[in-house]
C-alpha cells in the first residue's frame, strides 16, 4: 500500500513540472470583426491563424497583459484599435503587422506596449497615436506613415536594434515624434520624411548611435522642411552630428538642408532611457618596448551605449614609485619615462558614470641612443 502511494504521489509530481512547462492554450484568432470586441487577459495569448480585418465603425480593444503571436500576419484596421497597457502590465505583441487600411479613417492607438518583430503602417489613412512603448527587432522599418488624415503622435518610445520611422505627408496635419530614443538602427535612418504639406516635427529625441545616419530628407526637390531641432545627439561635436544627417549636402535632389541647431546638451527629462546602463569596454592595447617616451592608443575602447566621456591613464614604475606617471586623453604622448617596466593602466568612463579598466606592459629602456634592436630588458 506504501508502495502505490508513493508511485501516485511521483506521478503527481511528473504531471505537475510537465503542466509547468507549457503555457496556457492560445486563443486563436483571424477573420472580419464586425462588431465591438474586447480580447480579454482571462483568453491570453491570442494567435493569428489569419489576417484580422477591424471593420468601419468598430472598435478592438485589447486588454494589459495580453500577449499578441501574428505568425506575420496583420491586423488591418479600417475601424480602431486600441491597444492600451499599464505601467504594471504591459501588452506584449509579436511578429504582426498593424496597418491602417489604405483610404480608411482607421485610426491606431498603442501605450505600453512592446512590439518585437512588428510592424506598424498607415497609407491614405486615419492615424496614429503611440507612446511609452518599446520596438525592438524589425529590419526595414518600424513605423511608416504615408498620407496620414489626422494629426500623429509618436512619444516618449524606445526603438532598439529596429528600422526607422518614415513619415510621407501630403495634407495639412502635424505629426509629432517627440521624446523618442533611438539606439542601433538597423535602417539607414532614424527618420525620415517627405512633407508636401503638413509639418513633422521631430523635437527632444536622443539619438544614441552617432555611428549611423538619426535624420535624413528623402530625395524630392518639393519636400518641405522637418523640424528637428532641440535633439540630444550624444555628442556636442558638430561635425559627428552633420555625419548623423543626410540632407541636401548629401545629395543635391533632397529639397533643404536640415536645421538642427540648437541641440541639448543632456536628453530631454521626458525622453525614456535605455534602461540598466551598459558599462564600456576599456583597451589599451599590447605590451611595447620603448625608450624614455611612449604614445598610448585607447580608440579602441567603445561604450555599447553611449559615449565614453574621459581616458584617464596610469602608468606606474614598478621598482621606484617616483618614476610614476599619468595622462588622459585617446592618444596621449608621455615623455620621459626611466628604465625599467611600468605598468599602465587606461579606466574610460562613459556618459552615465559607469568604468572600465585594462593594462598593458611599457619596458622602457631610458633615455639612450642606441637602435631598438639592441634594447635588453628582464622578462617579466
Known sequence: MKLIKCKLSMVSVILGIALMAYPAMATDVGGIISSDTTWDLSDSPYTLIGDIQIQDG?????????????????????????????????????NTQLIAASDSNGMLNF??????????????????????????????????????????????????????IEVYVYRDVVTNIRNNVFFQQSTDFAVRSLIRD??????????????????????NQNNLPMISINNYWNTTDTSIIDSMIYDRIDDLECSYYIDYLPILTVPHPDTPTLGKNQSPTSDCGLDRVVFDEVTLDG???????????????????????????????????????????????????????????DSLLVAAAGSCFCTADTIHVESM
Not at 70 to 91: E, M, P
Not at 199 to 218: K, M, Q
Request: with cysteine.
Open 198 to 219: 503638413g509639418e513633422v516635427r521631430a523635437e527632444y529625441n536622443s539619438f544614441l548611435s552617432t555611428d549611423r545616419i538619426a535624420l535624413s530628407v528623402n530625395t
Open 111 to 164: 501605450q505600453l506596449v512592446n512590439l518585437d518583430s512588428s510592424i506598424i503602417a498607415l497609407s491614405n489613412s486615419g492615424g496614429l497615436n503611440i507612446s511609452d512603448s518599446h520596438i525592438t527587432n524589425t529590419p526595414n522599418f518600424s513605423i511608416r506613415l504615408s498620407d496620414p488624415r489626422t494629426n500623429c503622435n509618436i512619444e516618449r518610445n524606445v526603438f532598439y536594434d529596429t528600422g526607422g
Open 299 to 357: 580608440s579602441a575602447s567603445y561604450d555599447p551605449d553611449g559615449t565614453i566621456v574621459s581616458y584617464d591613464w596610469s602608468l606606474q614604475h614598478r621598482t621606484n614609485p617616483d618614476n610614476d606617471k599619468t595622462a588622459t586623453g585617446v592618444n596621449p604622448t608621455v615623455i620621459g619615462l626611466n628604465n625599467g617596466f611600468y605598468d599602465v593602466w587606461l579606466t574610460v568612463t562613459d556618459d552615465m558614470g559607469a568604468t572600465d579598466t
Open 58 to 94: 468598430v472598435t478592438l480593444n485589447i486588454e494589459p497583459g495580453c500577449f499578441i503571436y501574428g505568425n506575420d500576419f496583420a491586423i488591418q484596421v479600417w475601424g480602431l484599435l486600441n491597444v492600451i497597457g499599464t505601467s504594471s502590465s504591459t501588452i506584449n505583441i509579436y
